[in-house]
């Protein structure tokens, strides 16, 4: 598989994030390059506070660096304002956050449709709950389902807005090792299906297993960066 | 529907206790600015209807016996559209059964059938027939109090002769919508009453043929009705005008202008201070609501939901509460309003008086809690909508708490770790906690304020009436009464002691201000009429100069020592410079006092009296009421006991009904904020609270967590709401504070005490209403899940 050929999604030039803590300056990104192209399955690994919820947040325009620059495609979303950031979002981010962020007062169904609501070309509501298995759950509110079903809700929320990009952060963080790979198969379903651009951190090497690339940030710097050759189901990872 | 909009109503669901409190709270101050403000709409409707139909008049003077000659004169003066002269006398009815005094106010009406101005409306019965002898038209709340109807017949003693008139009509006019008799403060039903006569008849009885003595204008415009009293008293002076006032000096008229103005001001401060509760318990729910919904909002956020739309959702969240408070509020305040007018229809007698609803007021009601609630809670909804996303997503780090000062200076170890958190809890957000303080002592402070009228019209009657003014009986003659009259009335069988008092009209000015008031000449070292300062003192009547009360000094800006020019409306008319000698204290009316010697010389005249203060033998009193009674000098005999019998009565029946609901809405305000601020040092606390409960502490000691800050918020509210609600009352002193009456800022211990009971038992009951919740919580749901 050739890069080349693909149109690049995202592409970071310098992209520097610094946190002001009183005194102290924190570094969370120091100057990363990098392009991420369509339908790419990327892992970011990472020791824990090198960076990766930084970068992903800036990709997905939660966040914004403090210096260099983020494109989407064509978009600079570095000088882009908080308007058009929120439009770049509602249109072609999904997100699946480690603590799952369901609405407690809303079933599994209406916490995918709150969404879908406001997406541009969502798929039904229940065809994303297909996805994740949870059909039957459908009006089950948070606090009934576990952690697992309550991530793949999470991930069926996401990616019933088809998104062009799903940003991952630890979505199997607090998880078992079968509810992980139950998860983690969802979200290679959607890249694999619906050709989602998508990127997962994880603390979990043996996921990089499944991805396409795998980026390694240390200290707020890119590491290394691995192609994989023989991608693995997830079934098959070893944990 | 919007899935945020189900959000929106399963939140509310959720929060359903606290909006209900919250809303409860709107609600209470809407319906009474909604009652006052429609009952203000509906008096002032009837009363400009009642004075444009019966043409009440601008102009009214009250003269000696004046020509009618004098008539054509008046209709001269220039912006008079319309005279009418009349007589008028105030006189004793013997009314069977009743041991006390009733003064009856004979008006006269024209051949032609109805007066000119100040026409009577007819109620029941009809009008009287001019061309006979005996009728008369009685006044509607005199007659219902006796039970008077047409065709009944009342003695009254005209001109010293017992005469029988038969009712025929049962009437009001514009110009006794209250009856209140000269010197009151409070209508007295029974005692006073308005008939209406013909003009033979009384000008027969009282030989005043082609003469009248009360005399009443109506103007063009309003606009000149300072120059008009001027005029009418250059004319009127030769006949012993004692000076045209206007409808301001009217009382009836200024009785429903205190009472619109009263309206008003409860229109103004229910409002203020509900409102206000209510903009703060919005505001610390909705900054939990929104503290706790941290990492939901991100989610939304994240998925591109607006800042608008996160921004409308929480404010949507506070109107829905704040609509369904208002509306409830307003159909609370058209029924509160509709049973107020309906409780004004026994005391302003109007020939329609019905219940108009304000819709303007209905709109400001919506503007109002809209401002209110949005002003309340913006930057709560503010941080909201600024929240950054990407930093809500992580877990709220966990607060920083300190020893507090107080720890630090009691030895370790005399407080258990649930009290050190307790401690620590308020002592880590003193702002909050200062709020919530307030808004307990809020509640203290409506309790006071709605139950301190009481005490003032308690201290104002025990002043008055037992301190002031302590003979049995008060008479006023007719006439001057010369000292041979009085040594009668003084050896009266079981008169004990008694002294005199000459009093003549006046009108006082000081630089540009004047008032027309009644100089009394007191003697100088009376026992039973005496005067007083504002520390109870009795105050030395001063051989020279005068004495004004402080409401009258006030008005003219007279301090002690100044001159002031006194020109006497009676008689001879000798215009006197005088020196403020003293000023008394007195809680109605306007008046002045000096020795009755000097008045004497200053009117060249001996010693007559217009009427005696007597002590009297308490088994005797009635015979030596209808002894007085019988004679024909005698004006007005007042029994002091039954006055403030009917007073106390009259005040009780009012601020009864107007205590109930203060209590109702001060318990409102309570158990609003106490529960809020339960609730959320609940929601706060849980996930500590149950990992507590999970490490073995007991329900009780968790419940002191918990309780233990509610208890100590309630503790150091009552103090500051006792504060407040003395300033609170203050200001409402200030606001009531009327010619004819003041309020005196006199709160009881006892309504501190109730304020502060009834404070305590709203936190109680909230206290036990949370303190369920903690024997019920989730402690596997709370650990399992952040936040
Ligand atoms: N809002 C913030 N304020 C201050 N420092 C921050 C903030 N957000 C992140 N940091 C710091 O930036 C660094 C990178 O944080 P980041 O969350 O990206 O790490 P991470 O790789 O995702 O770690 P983990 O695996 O623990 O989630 C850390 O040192 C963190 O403390
Ligand atoms: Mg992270």
Redesign the interface.
């Given at each position: 598989m050739s890069s080349a050929t693909k149109t690049t999604v995202f592409r970071t030039v310098d992209l520097t994030k610094t946190y002001q803590m009183g005194e102290v300056e924190v570094r969370a990104l120091r100057g990363v390059n990098l392009e991420l192209v369509e339908s790419e399955f990327v892992v970011l690994l990472g020791a824990s506070g090198s960076g990766k919820s930084t970068l992903l947040n800036i990709l997905g325009g939660l966040d914004t660096p403090t210096s260099g620059q983020v494109f989407y495609l064509d978009t600079d979303l570095t000088a882009s304002d908080d308007r058009e950031l929120t439009r770049y979002r509602r249109d072609h981010v999904g997100f699946v956050f480690q603590f799952y962020n369901l609405i407690p007062s809303l079933t599994a169904r209406e916490n995918i449709e709150l969404i879908t609501e406001i997406a541009v070309s969502p798929i039904d509501a229940m065809d994303a709950l297909e996805i994740v298995g949870l059909r039957e759950r459908a009006n089950h509110f948070p606090a009934q389902l576990s952690g697992g079903e309550q991530q793949r809700v999470a991930i069926a929320r996401a990616i019933a807005k088809n998104p062009q990009v799903l940003l991952c952060d630890e979505p199997t963080g607090a998880l078992d090792v079968h509810t992980g790979i139950v998860v983690l198969e969802a979200i290679a379903r959607i890249n694999r299906e619906l050709g989602t651009t998508t990127a997962v951190i994880t603390h979990n090497a043996s996921i990089a297993q499944m991805a396409d690339r795998v980026i390694a940030l240390s200290d707020g710097q890119i590491a290394s960066v691995e192609m994989n050759v023989s991608k693995v189901n997830a079934s098959e990872l070893q944990w | 529907m919007?899935?945020?909009d189900?959000?929106l109503l399963?939140?509310l669901v959720?929060l359903r206790g606290q909006a209900a409190a919250i809303g409860l709270v709107i609600a209470a101050g809407v319906a009474t600015f909604v009652m006052s403000m429609c009952a203000y709409k509906s008096l002032e409707a009837a009363r400009a209807r009642f004075y444009s139909e019966y043409l009440f008049a601008d102009v009214f003077s009250s003269t000696g016996r004046s020509p009618n000659a004098i008539i054509p004169r008046l209709k001269e003066i220039t912006g008079v559209a319309a005279v009418d002269t009349r007589l008028v006398y105030d006189v004793l009815l013997d009314v069977p059964g009743m041991s006390e005094p009733a003064t009856a106010r004979l008006i006269s009406i024209p051949d032609s059938g109805q007066s000119r101005l100040n026409q009577v409306y007819i109620a029941r019965g009809r009008m009287l027939d001019p061309l006979r002898t005996g009728e008369v038209v009685v006044s509607e709340v005199f007659a219902d109090a006796h039970g008077f109807v047409p065709g009944d017949h009342v003695r009254a003693i005209i001109n010293g002769k017992i005469q029988e008139l038969s009712i025929v009509g049962i009437a009001l006019s514009p110009e006794y919508v209250i009856q209140v008799q000269p010197g009151s403060i409070l209508p007295d039903d029974k005692r006073f009453g308005i008939f209406w006569v013909s003009e033979n008849d009384l000008e027969a009885a009282f030989d005043m043929a082609g003469a009248f003595n009360s005399a009443s204008l109506r103007l063009a415009y309003g606009n000149q009705v300072e120059e008009t009293v001027e005029v009418l008293d250059r004319l009127l002076k030769p006949f012993g005008s004692v000076g045209a006032y206007t409808r301001d000096e009217q009382i009836s008229h200024q009785y429903l202008s205190d009472e619109l103005t009263q309206l008003r001001g409860m229109a103004v401060l229910a409002p203020a201070i509900f409102l206000g509760v209510a903009a703060f318990l919005l505001n610390i729910a909705i900054s939990r609501i929104i503290t706790q919904q941290r990492?939901?909002i991100?989610?939304?956020?994240?998925?591109?939901?607006?800042?608008f739309e996160i921004g409308a959702h929480y404010f949507n969240l506070v109107l829905v509460i704040t609509m369904i408070g208002t509306v409830v509020g307003i159909l609370v305040g058209f029924v509160l309003g509709d049973s107020m007018v309906g409780a004004y229809a026994a005391f302003y007698k109007f020939p329609s008086l019905d219940f108009t609803p304000d819709w303007f007021a209905v709109a400001i009601a919506f503007l109002m809690t809209t401002v209110a609630s949005v002003v309340g809670t913006f930057f709560a909804v503010r941080s909201a909508v600024l929240l950054?996303?990407?930093e809500a997503?992580r877990?709220e780090p966990p607060p920083s708490y300190q020893p507090s000062l107080i720890e630090r200076l009691l030895p370790r170890k005399t407080l258990s770790p649930e009290v050190r958190m307790v401690v620590r809890n308020i002592t880590r957000r003193p702002v909050k906690a200062s709020f919530s303080v307030l808004g307990i002592s809020m509640a203290v402070a409506v309790m006071i304020l709605g139950n301190f009228s009481l005490d003032a019209m308690n201290y104002m009657m025990y002043f008055q009436f037992r301190l002031a003014q302590r003979q049995d009986l008060s008479v006023t003659f007719v006439e001057p009464a010369t000292e041979s009259v009085m040594y009668e009335v003084q050896n009266l069988d079981g008169v004990l002691a008694s002294e005199t008092i000459r009093s003549v009209p006046t009108r006082i000015r000081f630089q540009n201000r004047s008032r027309r008031v009644g100089v009394m000449g007191v003697e100088p070292d009376a026992k039973l009429f005496r005067l007083l300062d504002a520390d109870e003192n009795p105050v030395r009547v001063p051989d020279f100069g005068i004495m004004l009360n402080t409401k009258l000094a006030k008005l003219l800006g007279v301090r002690i020592g100044d001159l002031v020019i006194v020109e006497v409306l009676e008689d001879k008319r000798p215009t006197l410079t005088m020196k403020v000698a003293a000023l008394v204290e007195e809680y109605s009316g306007i008046n002045a006092y000096m020795n009755k010697n000097r008045l004497h010389e200053a009117l060249l005249e001996s010693k007559v009296a217009s009427g005696a203060f007597l002590k009297v033998d308490p088994n005797r009193i009635d015979t030596v009421f209808a002894e007085l009674e019988r004679r024909p000098g005698v004006g007005s005999v007042s029994i002091k006991d039954a006055a403030m019998k009917s007073f106390e009565k009259t005040v009780a029946e009012n601020l009864m009904v107007m205590r109930s609901f203060i209590i109702v809405f001060a318990g409102v305000i309570a158990i609003g904020v106490v529960y809020n601020t339960a609730r959320i040092s609940l929601s706060e606390r849980s996930r500590d609270l149950a990992t507590m409960r999970v490490v073995g502490f007991t329900n009780g000691e968790v419940s002191i967590v918990l309780l233990g800050e509610i208890a100590a918020f309630t503790i150091a509210a009552i103090p500051l709401g006792w504060l407040i609600g003395y300033v609170l009352a203050g200001a409402v002193t200030a606001g009531l504070d009327t010619d004819n009456y003041r309020i005196p800022l006199v709160i009881a211990r006892g309504t501190f005490v109730l304020a502060s009971l009834v404070v305590i038992a709203a936190t109680v009951m909230s206290a036990w209403v949370v303190q369920r919740r903690v024997t019920e919580l989730d402690l596997i749901?709370v650990l399992?899940?952040?936040e």
């Open positions: - | 919007l899935k945020l189900r959000k399963r939140d959720h990492e939901q991100a989610a939304l956020k994240a998925f591109g939901y607006s800042n950054p996303p990407a997503m877990p749901g399992k899940t952040r």
